[in-house]
């Protein structure tokens, strides 16, 4: 049996995929066993009246060792 924690993280990208994808990559780098990103909220970043970049709020879930 394994056990699996969640853990919930923000990452910013050019696009949506960018932000979930970099979601993915960054907890990546301090965590193993990364399995799913499940996103939560999606935000549009606007500077001067343009959406310059997007954010994601993410649950990202990992099998513990």
């Known amino acids: 049996m394994s056990i699996a924690k969640v853990i ?3 990452a910013e990208g050019n696009t ?3 932000a979930i994808k970099n ?11 990364v ?3 499940n996103v939560e909220n999606i935000q549009g970043i606007v ?3 343009k959406v310059e970049s997007f954010r994601v709020n993410a649950k990202v ?3 513990v060792d």
Do not use: P
């Open 61 to 63: 879930t990992f099998v």
């Open 8 to 10: 919930e993280v923000i």
């Open 16 to 18: 949506v995929e960018n």
């Open 47 to 49: 500077v001067d009246g």
């Open 35 to 37: 399995k799913h990103i």
């Open 23 to 33: 979601a993915a990559s960054e907890a990546g780098k301090s965590i193993r066993n």
